[in-house]
Nanobody, 123 residues
Framework: QVQMAESGGGLVQAGGSLRLSCAASGLPFSLYTMAWFRQAPGKEREFVAA????????YYTESVKGRFTISRDNAKNTVYLQMNSLKFEDTAVYFC????????????????WGQGTQVTVSS
């Protein structure tokens, strides 16, 4: 079956960097749009970034533009989220997601989800 294995979360100081990884298995990875969502305590889950099948098209929520970069390695069945200039408000559980069809990358209509990895940014 499909599995989404996330890693790279942890504790970092404001202004620091962190790189998240999500290794997928059990699906034709190169045919899926990949994305990252996050959920802070007491708040709704929100879209962070998405990558098209080829990785040539990327999309970001306004608050992370210029700081976060999503990328993918289809040969490794892995999607990454490089997070720079981290802020306290970036603190959240980050989820990896995959969807086969549709161009609505910003909506939570993804087929598969990872278990989430905690990112904590200290002031």
């Amino acid at each position: 079956q499909v599995q989404m294995a996330e890693s790279g979360g942890g504790l970092v100081q404001a202004g620091g960097s962190l790189r998240l990884s999500c290794a997928a298995s059990g699906l034709p990875f190169s045919l899926y749009t990949m994305a990252w969502f996050r959920q802070a305590p007491g708040k709704e889950r929100e879209f962070v970034a998405a990558s098209s099948r080829s990785g040539l098209n990327t999309y970001y929520t306004e608050s992370v533009k210029g700081r976060f970069t999503i990328s993918r390695d289809n040969a490794k069945n892995t999607v990454y989220l490089q997070m720079n200039s981290l802020k306290f408000e970036d603190t959240a559980v980050y989820f990896c997601a995959a969807k086969r069809y549709g161009d609505d990358y910003y909506r939570e209509t993804y087929d598969y989800w990872g278990q989430g990895t905690q990112v904590t940014v200290s002031s």
